[in-house]
């Protein structure tokens, strides 16, 4: 699980300073997660069933919708907010899935969803995880493996 976990930070900081233009200033493993309302959480699927999910500071999701979406209506802001969480653990593991080991090569990625702090505190607690947060300019970004 730790080296899934590794490859996917390694996405998904690539993705945020190459792509979003955020400046990451540091990566490191941690032990309790703050949980935000910009969240996702996906399946891997193959012989084993691995979970990853992601928590965005408000800070740093205000400034990724803005490289998204240049230009929006009101009417469209609501769902595309509640969308683009799943559009970025989308991206992340869907790029970082070539870089994992022949065990998980054959991983099937799931749909992404949406829970509950409480939900994701229950996840959490029931089944080993591993955690990092990534560090930027604009506010941190949390992965997990669960």
Known sequence: MKTILDNIVKSTALF????????VLKIKRIYEIQYSK???????????????????DDSLFKYLFKRFFTTVGKE?????????????I???????????????????????F?????KRKEMIKKHP???MRI???????????I
């Open 38 to 56: 910009h969240n996702s959480l996906i399946t891997l699927t193959n012989s084993s069933k691995i979970t990853v999910m992601i928590n965005i």
């Open 135 to 145: 560090v930027t300019r604009a506010g941190n970004f949390i992965c997990t493996v």
């Open 76 to 88: 469209e802001k609501d769902s595309l907010i509640a969308a683009l969480s799943d559009e970025i």
């Open 16 to 23: 945020l300073s190459n792509d979003m233009c955020v400046d």
């Open 129 to 131: 995880s591993h955690s």
């Open 114 to 118: 949406k829970a509950s702090i409480q």
């Open 90 to 112: 989308n991206i992340v593991v869907g790029l970082s899935i070539k870089d994992f080991s022949l065990k998980y090569a054959d991983c099937e990625l799931g749909l992404p």
